[in-house]
């Protein structure tokens, strides 16, 4: 029986997001507190610690910010030029693409080319901001209020 060997190595994890499908955070915590609260000094306060982790929370650099900002913006402009039938305006977005891509996996990033990588994506992002703008107008489209308020948190980061 010892030595058997496990074959599905994802176990510990599997088991970890059944429990954290079906955990009541909030039960637990009075459970554990009805059952210690003659050892706790603190009634007025419940402190509970986690092993857990969020993964998508992450550093907000301006080259992340632009970057995500300048790649929304292109794939709204693919998808109104694909349904307006028109071809999609040149922006030299692939050639940034690439140059993104490269930034992103340097391990030390050099002042002098995040510089560069933001004048760049402001640049970008200026010029495909442009050419929505030109096509809401030439067409006179209708778009949903979450793309508005998407373009204005867009216009805040290219401002700021």
Not at 26 to 49: E, P
Not at 68 to 74: G, K, M, T
Request: aromatic share 8%.
């Amino acid at each position: 029986m010892g030595n058997d060997r496990l074959t599905n190595y994802n176990i510990v994890s599997e088991i970890r997001c059944e429990l954290a499908k079906n955990l009541d955070v909030d039960k637990v915590q009075q459970t554990l507190f009805d059952s210690w609260s003659a050892h706790i000094s603190g009634h007025h306060s419940r402190v509970m610690d986690t092993t857990c982790y969020e993964r998508e929370v992450r550093y907000p650099t301006n080259e992340k910010l632009l970057w995500e900002s300048v790649e929304w913006s292109y794939r709204q402009l693919k998808a109104i030029c694909k349904v307006l039938g028109i071809k999609t305006p040149g922006t030299k977005y692939l050639k940034w693409q690439r140059r993104n891509i490269s930034y992103s996996k340097m391990r030390r990033k050099i002042k002098s080319k995040c510089r560069r990588l933001d004048r760049s994506l402001l640049l970008l992002l200026d010029k495909i901001d442009g050419e929505l703008r030109k096509l809401e107008k030439d067409y006179k489209l209708q778009m949903p209020g979450k793309y508005h308020r998407r373009r204005a948190t867009i216009k805040k980061i290219y401002t700021q």
